[in-house]
């Protein structure tokens, strides 16, 4: 079965520093990759996602992320943090094969200090 | 720009009580989907649905819950019978899916309906 880990559960950083969040993923075959952001009492809004092709993909918001097969993850990145980021992110995958459950990560938290 | 939109945004009921959850999914999209998430947890699948019946559901949706389109634009999540541990944020969402080959793509998420039983 499909597994995703985000392992840092909050994150602090500076207004204007860089960030980044961590993936990894357990699957079989090359999976589909999500990132989303859950502002505090409001859903899920997607902000990348990988299907295929290059393993750098562009997202809404400044955001990018890196897929690397080799160490089964799906970072996301940011160069300069706005205070607006703060958030709750979610890595998520879906699977191939007519499966279209996505599988979401527990979270990482992410504070913005002025 | 068109967004899935779902009400109520707060439901409070008392435990045993039957709950329907409403959701109007994005128009031109072929896939619907209820996920939940409680409190300080993940956000899990339930449920996808697609043509008019289920495609895929997950160990939580047992039989205390289904789920129907009555019209063509509402999707809707019943409880039967609802329990303490139902309490939890419920998200709808939906997809276009209209590739052949591609068996995954975006999922639109709504709100979301906090579910509080007592």
């Known amino acids: 079965a499909q597994s995703v880990t985000q392992p840092d559960i909050h994150i602090t950083v500076s207004e204007g520093a860089s960030l980044e969040l961590r993936c990894n993923y357990s699957y079989g075959a090359t999976p589909y990759l999500f990132w989303y952001v859950q502002s505090p009492g409001q859903g899920l809004q997607l902000l990348l996602k990988?299907?295929?092709?290059?393993?750098l993909v562009q997202g809404i918001k400044g955001f990018e992320a890196e897929f690397k097969r080799s160490q089964s993850s799906f970072n996301l990145r940011k160069p300069s943090v706005h205070w607006s980021d703060a958030a709750e992110y979610f890595c998520?995958?879906?699977?191939?094969?007519?499966?279209?459950?996505?599988?979401f990560g527990s979270g990482t938290r992410l504070q913005v200090q002025p | 720009e068109p967004e899935v939109t779902q009400t109520p945004s707060h439901q409070v009921t008392q435990m045993g009580q039957e709950v329907i959850l409403r959701c109007v999914p994005i128009?031109?999209?072929?896939?619907f989907y209820w996920y939940r998430q409680i409190l300080g947890q993940k956000v899990e699948f339930l449920v996808s649905f697609y043509n008019n019946e289920i495609s895929e559901k997950s160990e939580i949706f047992d039989d205390q819950f289904s789920v129907e389109r009555p019209d063509g634009s509402n999707f809707t999540l019943k409880i039967r019978s609802t329990k303490l541990e139902d309490s939890a944020m419920y998200f709808c969402a939906s997809s276009v899916s209209e590739l052949a080959d591609q068996s995954v793509d975006e999922q639109y998420f709504g709100p979301g309906t906090r579910l509080t039983v007592t």
């Open positions: 128009s031109n999209h072929l896939y």
């Open positions: 990988y299907f295929s092709g290059d393993t």
């Open positions: 998520a995958v879906g699977a191939v094969g007519g499966r279209r459950a996505l599988t």
